[in-house]
Structures are given as structure tokens and as C-alpha cells.
């Protein structure tokens, strides 16, 4: 393991190191070898340099909180990563375990060579790697979120999902495996979400939810222009608890929207997916929202300042 004080210059020379390099497990070998890493830091697949950093609790929040720690201490030298999200239900080229609780990420990128702090079954672990292969992966089969450090200048293409049709399960599923580890990886990046979701009614598209999360997660509902079906006793039945219930300030002013119905959903470890991702469908069906293709991600929540969201794991539209 690395002590804290050591990752920082070794994330500056690995990431420097890996100019020039034809990825070869020669040449990594050998790299390997002048920073005084063994063999077993080569990962299989694709070539790359696995360099485990701690090995916290195996609690979601005590995970989440030393990738933090990690990622901080990383930012203090390298600046802003130009990537960082979490790589939802699919994964990157190459064998690897993914931890349960989240699936985090940060990564630097500098002339095709990346350095990235990912969250490894045990912790978090530093790569070495190409850029090209993950850029590639992401823009064919990517899921999760990712943000892009708007003055990069280095634009990533991601999945266009074209919408669920029909089928209102398989908006259920996506929604439930985005929200089940949001508030981890949150947490993990130091970052905060506020996502609008518009429903189209009547030929209308009101605003219906948000999503809210930083250290916890929260849903909102919206009841304006929605159908009888989804207002005062009805939206309680559909398990929407008003919003004045929750003591006050549980949300930071500058994400709270102040929707009248909203359920506080969980932290980290905490957040019952299945049922979280049920009452949205269940409550934009009952407001009137013909198909999963007419609920929209807002395009506002796709900018949180230094960086530009994209949701694949959501598989809507934005508008």
C-alpha cells in the first residue's frame, strides 16, 4: 500500500512516465521496475500499471470517504482531472472486480497517456494506461455519469441512447442501478447533482422531478399540470412525503428546488433502488406521461461548473 504523503508525487510520475510508451509489457516491466513496483501491479488485458493505494473499511461510506481522501490529495498536484464519474453497470476493457458500493473514477489526461484513480474491489488503486481504449469503450458502451473539465478542450463522444420505447421495466432498471450508488460516488468525487426530469402530458412538458444528490440522495416531485391522479392524497399514496416533513435545511439552498413532495432516498449503502426507481415510474405514468421515451433529462442539469455531465446510465432523452 501507499502512504498518503506518497501518492501525489506518484501519480505526477507515473503520469509523466508514460509519455513515449508503446504499452508493451516490456516496456511496463521495466517501468515497473525503476519506480519499484513488482510484477503483480501488470494487469491482465489490455496493458496497464495497477498500483493499489489503501484498503479502508469495506463500508460504503468509509470506501467512498478514503477515495475522497486519495482523490483530493491527487487534485492538490495534477489540478482537476479532465474525466471523473462512475462507470455504472458496465465496466472498461480489462479483468477487474468491481466494488459493490460504487464505481467511481478520476483520470488525468495528458498526450494519450492517462493516469486514473478508479475504485478497486478492495480501494482505490492507480492505472497507468492509454487513452485512447477507454475513449473509445465509453463512446460505444459506456453507462454511469461522466463529466468533462469544460477548459480541457478535450471533448468526449458518449452512447446515444435513443430511449426505452415502450417499455417502462427497462426505464425502471436503469433508473435503480444509477440511484442505488449515486450517493457513494457523490461522496467519492466531491461532486453534487441537481437533474431535472420533464414529462411530456397533454402535448406539455412540466417539470415532474429532480433528482438531488451530494452526500444523500433526494427525489422530488413536481404536481404542476400533472393529472388528478398524481396530486395532494394521491401523490402520498404513491409514496411522495411532503416536503416540509424533512427538517429543515436537509438540502444545501443552492440544490434545493423546493418541490412540494420529495422522499430522502438514503447515503451511501443506504438507498432502496428498486423501490426509488418504481415511484418514479409509477408516479409519471399516474401524471399522465404516456411512455418512458417522454420523460426527459433537462439539459441544465448537465453543468455543474468546472464540468459538463453526460448520463448514459439513464438512457433518455435530454432536452
Do not use: K
Given at each position: 500500500?501507499?502512504?498518503?504523503?506518497?501518492?501525489?508525487?506518484?501519480?505526477?510520475?507515473?503520469?509523466?512516465?508514460?509519455?513515449?510508451?508503446?504499452?508493451?509489457?516490456?516496456?511496463?516491466?521495466?517501468?515497473a521496475g525503476r519506480l519499484g513496483l513488482s510484477a503483480d501491479h501488470m494487469a491482465d488485458g489490455p496493458l496497464e500499471l495497477v498500483v493499489p493505494v489503501s484498503r479502508p473499511d469495506a463500508g460504503p461510506l468509509a470506501q467512498a470517504r478514503e477515495f475522497r481522501r486519495v482523490a483530493d490529495a491527487l487534485r492538490a498536484?495534477?489540478?482537476?482531472?479532465?474525466?471523473?464519474?462512475?462507470?455504472?453497470?458496465?465496466?472498461?476493457?480489462?479483468?477487474?472486480?468491481?466494488?459493490?458500493?460504487?464505481?467511481?473514477?478520476?483520470?488525468?489526461?495528458?498526450?494519450?497517456?492517462?493516469?486514473?484513480?478508479?475504485?478497486?474491489?478492495?480501494?482505490?488503486?492507480?492505472?497507468?494506461?492509454?487513452?485512447?481504449?477507454?475513449?473509445?469503450?465509453?463512446?460505444?458502451?459506456?453507462?454511469?455519469?461522466?463529466?468533462?473539465?469544460?477548459?480541457?478542450?478535450?471533448?468526449?463522444?458518449?452512447?446515444?441512447?435513443?430511449?426505452?420505447?415502450?417499455?417502462?421495466?427497462?426505464?425502471?432498471?436503469?433508473?435503480?442501478?444509477?440511484?442505488?450508488?449515486?450517493?457513494?460516488?457523490?461522496?467519492?468525487?466531491?461532486?453534487?447533482?441537481?437533474?431535472?426530469?420533464?414529462?411530456?402530458?397533454?402535448?406539455?412538458?412540466?417539470?415532474?422531478?429532480?433528482?438531488?444528490?451530494?452526500?444523500?440522495?433526494?427525489?422530488?416531485?413536481?404536481?404542476?399540470?400533472?393529472?388528478?391522479?398524481?396530486?395532494?392524497?394521491?401523490?402520498?399514496?404513491?409514496?411522495?412525503?411532503?416536503?416540509?416533513?424533512?427538517p429543515p435545511g436537509h438540502l444545501a439552498d443552492a440544490l434545493d428546488g423546493e418541490p412540494p413532495w420529495r422522499v430522502a432516498a438514503g447515503g451511501p449503502g443506504e438507498v432502496d433502488a428498486p423501490e426509488m426507481s418504481a415511484l418514479l415510474v409509477r408516479t409519471a405514468r399516474a401524471a399522465g406521461v404516456a411512455g418512458?421515451?417522454?420523460?426527459?433529462?433537462?439539459?441544465?442539469?448537465?453543468?455543474?461548473?468546472?464540468?459538463?455531465?453526460?448520463?448514459?446510465?439513464?438512457?433518455?432523452?435530454?432536452?
Amino acid at each position: 500500500m501507499i502512504d498518503i504523503i506518497d501518492v501525489a508525487p506518484l501519480g505526477r510520475t507515473l503520469l509523466g512516465a508514460g509519455a513515449g510508451l508503446r504499452w508493451t509489457g516490456a516496456e511496463l516491466r521495466a517501468l515497473a521496475g525503476r519506480l519499484g513496483l513488482s510484477a503483480d501491479h501488470m494487469a491482465d488485458g489490455p496493458l496497464e500499471l495497477v498500483v493499489p493505494v489503501s484498503r479502508p473499511d469495506a463500508g460504503p461510506l468509509a470506501q467512498a470517504r478514503e477515495f475522497r481522501r486519495v482523490a483530493d490529495a491527487l487534485r492538490a498536484v495534477l489540478g482537476d482531472a479532465t474525466h471523473l464519474g462512475a462507470h455504472g453497470h458496465t465496466r472498461p476493457f480489462g479483468r477487474r472486480t468491481d466494488p459493490v458500493w460504487g464505481r467511481p473514477f478520476l483520470r488525468w489526461c495528458e498526450d494519450g497517456t492517462t493516469l486514473e484513480l478508479r475504485a478497486g474491489a478492495a480501494g482505490p488503486e492507480l492505472v497507468l494506461q492509454p487513452t485512447g481504449p477507454w475513449e473509445e469503450w465509453y463512446a460505444l458502451s459506456g453507462t454511469g455519469f461522466t463529466g468533462t473539465l469544460e477548459s480541457s478542450g478535450q471533448e468526449l463522444d458518449h452512447p446515444n441512447w435513443e430511449g426505452h420505447g415502450d417499455d417502462w421495466e427497462s426505464l425502471r432498471s436503469s433508473l435503480g442501478a444509477f440511484l442505488r450508488t449515486l450517493p457513494a460516488e457523490t461522496v467519492a468525487l466531491g461532486v453534487a447533482h441537481s437533474m431535472p426530469l420533464y414529462g411530456m402530458i397533454d402535448d406539455r412538458g412540466p417539470l415532474l422531478f429532480d433528482i438531488v444528490c451530494d452526500d444523500r440522495l433526494f427525489l422530488g416531485f413536481t404536481e404542476y399540470r400533472v393529472r388528478a391522479q398524481a396530486t395532494g392524497e394521491h401523490a402520498a399514496a404513491l409514496g411522495w412525503t411532503r416536503r416540509e416533513s424533512l427538517p429543515p435545511g436537509h438540502l444545501a439552498d443552492a440544490l434545493d428546488g423546493e418541490p412540494p413532495w420529495r422522499v430522502a432516498a438514503g447515503g451511501p449503502g443506504e438507498v432502496d433502488a428498486p423501490e426509488m426507481s418504481a415511484l418514479l415510474v409509477r408516479t409519471a405514468r399516474a401524471a399522465g406521461v404516456a411512455g418512458p421515451g417522454d420523460l426527459i433529462l433537462g439539459g441544465e442539469g448537465e453543468f455543474r461548473h468546472p464540468y459538463r455531465f453526460r448520463f448514459p446510465g439513464l438512457a433518455m432523452r435530454v432536452g
